[in-house]
């Protein structure tokens, strides 16, 4: 493997030779990892960090990062690149810092993937417990269904926790190895929440491996791939295919995904000279789920427009929240017995140029040392059964699950 050099004090983006296997093998504790189709993204140290109890909307957070970049111009950097998360709730602040290194070289191929799912991981629960339970989580879409009823919501996500306590502390780079195998198309990321600290600290960090694309940005060009409607995928070849049309075919499935695309659109237009949107959406696989797929094209009017503001400008989407989005807010609050925090927010990066990707915060968890918190979701329209959403959300939750060697325990 190739040594990773730095570029002096000043620090910032440092252009390597390396290959995305050797930016994977030198991630460290509280370091920052993104890796998409697109690209593979390393950040180490804490250069600045924007410390702001400020909610995280579209005008604050552009007012944080130009500040953010401006102190990293000072300090030496030509090509500052900002790395964090969006809440799930817009009420509360973002997680977002300037690293004093950067790097970035091109996707992982396949093949170098299928290596990666060869790393073991050693992960043993001491206990487990799921928020709400089964009955709980079917009463909450009751409730949900209930609202729609009455017209005060057309569509609810209602997601659920799985809380595990471990014997030793969870170890990051082979969990993170693991994520990036398990699906090709999919978005890894392992982002420090304290990314200040020494890696001799107990780990804290966020982790996942998202199927969704928020938004991308690579010149005037806006690439968003949003995902709505799902189904679980099954192991005899024939009855997974069957699956696949039957979610292709699915009203309430396609409803639930026009309802985000039409979102997206109303999201990205102001920003936009034009959409390229597909007539209807396609079908894609994970390693757990079928998911009804819309990948929009666009071209920015404004060339000074951010990949962080078009993602703050569409966060949260119908898919990770419902419609219409205060409402669903509102009944989320209610009916959910905990805080989302960066789960259904966004993870991602974002240069100096205004270039960077965002993924959707799902398949996800918080590490905390020997705390792990894993999340799932469902969305919810007429016609939702209960039982069916509460199946999803375990499905969902066996992507972490996999990832730890976890794959035997009962989710349900």
């Known amino acids: ?178 994520l990036i195998a398990i699906n090709p198309r999919g978005y890894s990321f392992s982002l420090p929440m304290t990314p200040e600290q020494p890696d001799s600290a107990p780990a804290h960090a966020f982790i996942g491996a998202s199927p969704e694309l928020l938004v991308r940005r690579e010149g005037n060009q806006v690439i968003v791939n949003p995902l709505a409607g799902s189904i679980p995928r099954h192991s005899d070849e024939s009855e997974d295919q069957r699956r696949a049309s039957e979610l292709a075919a699915s009203d309430k499935d396609r409803r639930e995904h026009a309802l985000v695309i039409d979102a997206v659109i109303d999201g990205l237009s102001p920003y936009c000279a034009y959409l390229d949107i597909p007539d209807g959406p396609s079908v894609i696989g994970t390693d757990t789920l079928w998911h009804l797929s819309t990948t929009i094209v666009g071209e920015l009017k404004d060339p000074d427009t951010t990949s962080l503001e078009l993602a703050a400008a569409m966060h949260p989407t119908p898919a990770v929240c419902g419609h219409a989005r205060q409402a669903a807010y509102q009944a989320i609050h209610d009916i959910e017995p905990f805080k989302r925090g960066y789960f259904a ?26 705390h792990v918190r894993l999340y799932a979701g469902a969305g919810l329209v007429p016609g939702s059964d209960p039982q069916k959403e509460l199946v999803e959300t375990g499905t969902k939750l066996k992507t972490m699950l996999n990832a730890m060697g976890l794959d035997a325990l009962n989710t349900l």
């Open 1 to 178: 493997m190739s040594s990773i050099m730095f570029d002096g004090e000043s620090g910032g983006h440092t252009a390597v030779q390396d290959t995305p296997m050797d930016l994977i093998e030198s991630f460290q504790l509280n370091d920052f990892l993104f890796s998409s189709p697109h690209r593979t993204l390393l950040a180490k140290g804490c250069l600045f960090n924007a410390h702001s109890n400020r909610p995280a909307t579209p005008e604050t957070l552009n007012e944080q990062v130009n500040t953010l970049f401006e102190r990293a111009r000072r300090d030496g950097q030509t090509n500052p690149v900002v790395v964090g998360a969006l809440p799930f709730d817009t009420t509360q602040p973002a997680h977002l810092y300037v690293p004093k290194h950067w790097f970035e070289t091109s996707a992982l191929s396949i093949d170098a993937r299928h290596d990666l799912s060869r790393t073991p991981v050693r992960v043993t629960p001491t206990e487990h417990a799921l928020f709400p339970r089964p009955q709980g989580y079917r009463d909450g879409v009751e409730q949900a269904l209930e609202a729609m009823r009455q017209g005060r919501v057309e569509k609810i996500v209602l997601a659920r926790t799985l809380e595990m306590n471990t014997d030793q502390s969870v170890d990051l780079k082979p969990l993170i190895k693991r």
């Open 345 to 370: 927010g966004a993870v991602g990066w974002c240069d100096s140029e205004g270039n960077g990707e965002w993924s959707v915060a799902i398949r996800c968890a918080d590490v905390h040392d020997t």
